[in-house]
Protein backbone atom coordinates (compact mmCIF):
# COMPACT_ATOMS: atom_id res chain seq x y z
CA UNK A 1 0.00 0.00 0.00
CA UNK A 2 1.19 3.35 -0.76
CA UNK A 3 1.38 6.38 1.28
CA UNK A 4 0.80 9.92 0.03
CA UNK A 5 1.77 12.53 2.65
CA UNK A 6 0.41 16.10 2.53
CA UNK A 7 1.24 17.48 6.08
CA UNK A 8 0.19 20.99 5.98
CA UNK A 9 -2.69 20.59 4.76
CA UNK A 10 -3.26 17.73 7.04
CA UNK A 11 -4.51 15.48 4.00
CA UNK A 12 -3.31 11.32 3.51
CA UNK A 13 -3.67 9.89 0.43
CA UNK A 14 -3.07 6.03 -0.03
CA UNK A 15 -3.40 3.59 -2.85
CA UNK A 16 -4.77 0.21 -3.15
CA UNK A 17 -7.40 0.37 -0.79
CA UNK A 18 -10.40 -1.82 -0.79
CA UNK A 19 -13.86 -0.10 -1.48
CA UNK A 20 -14.74 -0.19 2.45
CA UNK A 21 -11.30 1.28 2.95
CA UNK A 22 -11.97 4.11 0.91
CA UNK A 23 -15.65 4.63 2.40
CA UNK A 24 -13.67 5.10 5.51
CA UNK A 25 -11.16 7.20 4.74
CA UNK A 26 -13.64 9.63 3.18
CA UNK A 27 -16.21 10.07 6.18
CA UNK A 28 -12.91 10.94 8.14
CA UNK A 29 -12.99 13.92 5.69
CA UNK A 30 -10.05 12.95 3.32
CA UNK A 31 -9.76 10.17 -0.19
CA UNK A 32 -7.97 7.38 -1.64
CA UNK A 33 -6.46 7.31 -5.50
CA UNK A 34 -6.70 3.32 -6.60
CA UNK A 35 -3.01 2.71 -8.14
CA UNK A 36 -1.67 -0.19 -9.77
CA UNK A 37 2.20 -0.54 -9.30
CA UNK A 38 2.26 -2.77 -11.85
CA UNK A 39 0.97 -0.35 -14.81
CA UNK A 40 3.17 2.54 -15.56
CA UNK A 41 -0.12 4.47 -17.14
CA UNK A 42 -1.66 3.75 -13.69
CA UNK A 43 0.90 5.16 -11.49
CA UNK A 44 1.16 8.01 -13.92
CA UNK A 45 -2.19 9.38 -13.62
CA UNK A 46 -2.35 8.20 -9.72
CA UNK A 47 0.49 11.30 -9.38
CA UNK A 48 -1.41 13.85 -11.55
CA UNK A 49 -4.28 13.26 -9.64
CA UNK A 50 -2.62 13.76 -6.58
CA UNK A 51 -1.26 16.70 -8.06
CA UNK A 52 -4.30 18.54 -9.38
CA UNK A 53 -6.00 17.65 -5.48
CA UNK A 54 -2.57 18.93 -3.28
CA UNK A 55 -0.27 20.61 -5.13
CA UNK A 56 2.57 19.29 -4.12
CA UNK A 57 3.86 15.59 -2.08
CA UNK A 58 5.90 16.04 1.41
CA UNK A 59 6.13 12.30 2.26
CA UNK A 60 6.03 9.69 -0.27
CA UNK A 61 5.45 6.31 1.38
CA UNK A 62 6.77 3.12 -0.70
CA UNK A 63 5.18 0.14 1.53
CA UNK A 64 3.59 -1.63 -1.71
CA UNK A 65 4.90 -5.23 -3.00
CA UNK A 66 3.91 -8.10 -3.30
CA UNK A 67 5.04 -11.42 -1.36
CA UNK A 68 5.21 -14.73 -2.85
CA UNK A 69 5.84 -17.69 -1.13
CA UNK A 70 7.53 -20.83 -2.38
CA UNK A 71 4.05 -22.45 -2.65
CA UNK A 72 2.66 -19.75 -4.89
CA UNK A 73 5.08 -19.62 -7.82
CA UNK A 74 3.83 -19.32 -11.01
CA UNK A 75 5.33 -17.06 -14.01
CA UNK A 76 3.09 -15.09 -13.68
CA UNK A 77 3.52 -14.33 -9.86
CA UNK A 78 6.92 -13.86 -10.22
CA UNK A 79 6.46 -11.08 -12.77
CA UNK A 80 4.07 -9.45 -10.52
CA UNK A 81 6.47 -9.59 -7.53
CA UNK A 82 9.37 -8.12 -9.36
CA UNK A 83 6.95 -5.67 -11.04
CA UNK A 84 4.83 -4.63 -7.63
CA UNK A 85 8.56 -4.61 -5.48
CA UNK A 86 11.13 -3.03 -7.60
CA UNK A 87 9.54 -1.34 -10.75
CA UNK A 88 6.46 -0.52 -8.60
CA UNK A 89 8.71 1.32 -6.33
CA UNK A 90 10.98 3.14 -9.05
CA UNK A 91 7.55 4.06 -10.98
CA UNK A 92 5.97 6.11 -8.26
CA UNK A 93 9.04 7.63 -7.28
CA UNK A 94 9.80 8.76 -10.97
CA UNK A 95 6.36 10.08 -11.14
CA UNK A 96 6.06 11.96 -7.55
CA UNK A 97 9.23 13.49 -7.97
CA UNK A 98 8.13 17.12 -9.06
CA UNK A 99 5.65 16.81 -7.01
CA UNK A 100 8.19 15.96 -4.14
CA UNK A 101 10.50 19.36 -5.38
CA UNK A 102 7.53 21.76 -4.97
CA UNK A 103 7.59 20.62 -0.99
CA UNK A 104 9.63 22.58 1.04
CA UNK A 105 10.44 19.45 3.04
CA UNK A 106 10.36 16.55 0.95
CA UNK A 107 10.88 12.86 2.12
CA UNK A 108 10.70 9.45 0.29
CA UNK A 109 10.17 6.71 2.63
CA UNK A 110 10.86 2.88 1.58
CA UNK A 111 9.88 0.04 3.35
CA UNK A 112 12.30 -2.59 2.09
CA UNK A 113 12.68 -5.47 4.06
CA UNK A 114 15.66 -7.90 6.18
CA UNK A 115 15.34 -9.97 2.84
CA UNK A 116 16.94 -8.02 0.98
CA UNK A 117 20.09 -8.79 2.84
CA UNK A 118 22.13 -11.27 2.46
CA UNK A 119 21.54 -11.67 5.98
CA UNK A 120 17.79 -13.01 5.33
CA UNK A 121 16.51 -15.57 7.58
CA UNK A 122 16.76 -18.73 6.52
CA UNK A 123 13.58 -19.74 8.04
CA UNK A 124 11.13 -17.35 5.84
CA UNK A 125 9.41 -19.13 3.20
CA UNK A 126 9.30 -16.19 0.76
CA UNK A 127 10.36 -17.30 -2.96
CA UNK A 128 13.59 -16.11 -4.54
CA UNK A 129 12.17 -13.59 -6.28
CA UNK A 130 10.70 -11.89 -3.64
CA UNK A 131 14.20 -11.35 -2.21
CA UNK A 132 15.07 -10.35 -5.58
CA UNK A 133 12.17 -7.97 -5.72
CA UNK A 134 13.72 -5.88 -2.57
CA UNK A 135 16.94 -6.20 -3.18
CA UNK A 136 16.26 -4.03 -6.15
CA UNK A 137 13.95 -2.23 -4.29
CA UNK A 138 16.46 -1.31 -1.50
CA UNK A 139 19.16 -0.61 -4.38
CA UNK A 140 17.31 1.91 -5.79
CA UNK A 141 16.66 3.63 -2.53
CA UNK A 142 20.36 3.89 -2.22
CA UNK A 143 21.44 5.52 -5.21
CA UNK A 144 18.48 7.91 -5.39
CA UNK A 145 19.66 8.82 -1.78
CA UNK A 146 22.68 9.70 -3.00
CA UNK A 147 21.77 11.67 -6.47
CA UNK A 148 18.81 13.53 -4.78
CA UNK A 149 20.79 15.08 -1.72
CA UNK A 150 22.00 18.31 -3.88
CA UNK A 151 18.04 18.93 -4.17
CA UNK A 152 17.47 18.38 -0.36
CA UNK A 153 15.30 15.11 -0.56
CA UNK A 154 15.95 12.54 1.27
CA UNK A 155 15.66 9.23 0.65
CA UNK A 156 14.95 6.62 3.86
CA UNK A 157 14.87 2.87 3.11
CA UNK A 158 13.74 0.53 6.54
CA UNK A 159 14.90 -3.34 6.68
CA UNK A 160 12.84 -4.54 9.13
CA UNK A 161 12.20 -8.23 9.77
CA UNK A 162 9.07 -9.67 9.83
CA UNK A 163 7.40 -7.67 12.68
CA UNK A 164 3.70 -7.90 14.17
CA UNK A 165 1.21 -5.37 12.72
CA UNK A 166 -1.35 -5.85 15.92
CA UNK A 167 -2.78 -2.79 16.95
CA UNK A 168 -2.54 -4.03 20.83
CA UNK A 169 0.82 -5.58 20.14
CA UNK A 170 3.61 -5.62 23.00
CA UNK A 171 6.76 -3.88 22.41
CA UNK A 172 8.63 -6.51 24.52
CA UNK A 173 10.82 -8.17 22.15
CA UNK A 174 9.53 -8.63 18.62
CA UNK A 175 9.41 -5.70 16.35
CA UNK A 176 5.65 -3.93 16.27
CA UNK A 177 4.46 -1.87 13.58
CA UNK A 178 4.01 0.86 15.42
CA UNK A 179 7.98 0.87 16.39
CA UNK A 180 8.74 0.95 12.59
CA UNK A 181 5.98 3.69 12.19
CA UNK A 182 8.17 5.72 14.88
CA UNK A 183 11.25 5.17 13.15
CA UNK A 184 9.77 6.97 9.78
CA UNK A 185 8.39 9.51 12.21
CA UNK A 186 12.21 9.74 13.75
CA UNK A 187 13.80 10.27 10.28
CA UNK A 188 11.38 12.96 8.75
CA UNK A 189 11.22 15.32 11.96
CA UNK A 190 14.95 15.30 12.02
CA UNK A 191 16.57 19.21 10.53
CA UNK A 192 16.68 19.24 7.50
CA UNK A 193 20.73 19.05 6.71
CA UNK A 194 20.23 15.12 8.56
CA UNK A 195 19.67 12.79 6.30
CA UNK A 196 19.10 8.80 7.83
CA UNK A 197 19.46 6.88 5.18
CA UNK A 198 18.49 3.79 6.04
CA UNK A 199 17.26 1.80 9.01
CA UNK A 200 18.64 -2.09 9.64
CA UNK A 201 17.07 -3.87 12.10
CA UNK A 202 18.31 -7.06 14.09
CA UNK A 203 15.73 -9.67 14.15
CA UNK A 204 14.80 -11.78 17.13
CA UNK A 205 16.40 -15.37 17.21
CA UNK A 206 14.22 -18.04 16.38
Given at each position: ?????????????R????????????????D??????????????????????????????????????????????????????????????E???????R?????????????????????????????????????Y????????????????????????????????????????????????????????????????P?
Open positions: MQHLGHERGGHRWQGFRAHDRAAVRRAGRALRCDLTDPVSVRECAERTGELLGHVDVLVNNAAGFLAESQVDDAAIVRTILSGTAGTVLMTSFLPLLRSERPDVVTLVSLEAESRSDPAHIAHAAFHAAKAGQGRAEIMSQRLRPEGIRMIALYPPDFDNSDDAARDGVLTARSVADCVLFAVNQPRDCFIRSFHFEPMR
